[in-house]
């Protein structure tokens, strides 16, 4: 299937952990973006990259850092996790020709 | 500030009934907007998306949206709800940033 993957769909750890989400999109898109949806639903960027360059960085802790080896893949790692970091993380992405983004399922972080 | 408010945290709605969701823009520059889906504990899926042309935009299950212009509106609209349209829905626009921002979503409940 052509989509936007993300791994794990579900993550449980405990505070000081570290731990990295993965995404793929097979659909040749140049473009690929995080989201944090906290426990209000309410959607946030943190990230994108364009060809494995950086070209958004909202303001998010240090302890967020992308990693994207080629335009297929960009992950998240996350050091010294943190209660307040629990929510739901989306992958999504943009070919190059357009502005529509389309999203991962989403991984489901809890911080225990 | 260039942003989208949702107007209605949740709409309850019967089936075969209509439903309207509100959204409104804020921005003295161009915008593209977009209506995303979100099925309980699934990802966002595009509902539809208005970039230029038509002011009336249809999109899938049935959904439709109207941009206005003078209202600064992009109200989304269905005619006949059914039990599966049980989700949230949430509008989010892309301003001269490029960064797509999004409303606080709307919770549309459906019941029989």
């Known amino acids: 299937d052509t989509a936007v993957s993300q791994t794990p769909k579900y993550l449980v750890t405990q505070m000081g952990n570290d731990k990295s989400i993965k995404c793929e999109q097979n659909l040749g898109h140049d473009t690929m973006y995080w989201y944090k949806q906290d426990s209000k639903k309410f959607l946030k960027i943190m990230f994108s990259y364009n060809n494995k360059e950086l070209i958004i960085n909202e303001t998010v802790p240090n302890r967020f850092s992308p990693k994207s080896p080629d335009k297929a893949h960009l992950n998240l790692h996350i050091n010294s996790l943190e209660l307040g970091d629990s929510a739901v993380y989306f992958c999504a992405s943009t070919p190059t020709d357009s502005i529509t983004q389309y999203f991962g399922p989403g991984t489901r972080l809890t911080v225990l | 500030a260039q942003s989208v408010t949702q107007l209605d945290s949740q709409v309850p709605v019967f089936e075969e009934a209509p439903v309207e969701l509100r959204c409104n823009y804020s921005s003295s520059v161009s915008v593209y907007l977009f209506w995303y889906v979100q099925y309980p504990n699934q990802g966002l899926q595009l509902l539809l998306k208005y970039l230029s042309g038509s002011t009336l935009v249809k999109g899938i299950n049935g959904f439709e949206a109207e941009f206005n212009k003078s209202q600064t509106s992009f109200h989304l609209r269905k005619p006949s709800v059914h039990i599966s349209d049980t989700a949230e829905y949430f509008c989010?626009?892309?301003?001269?940033?490029?960064?797509?921002?999004f409303g606080a979503g709307t919770t549309v409940t459906v019941r029989a």
């Open positions: 989010a626009g892309i301003f001269n940033d490029y960064k797509l921002s």
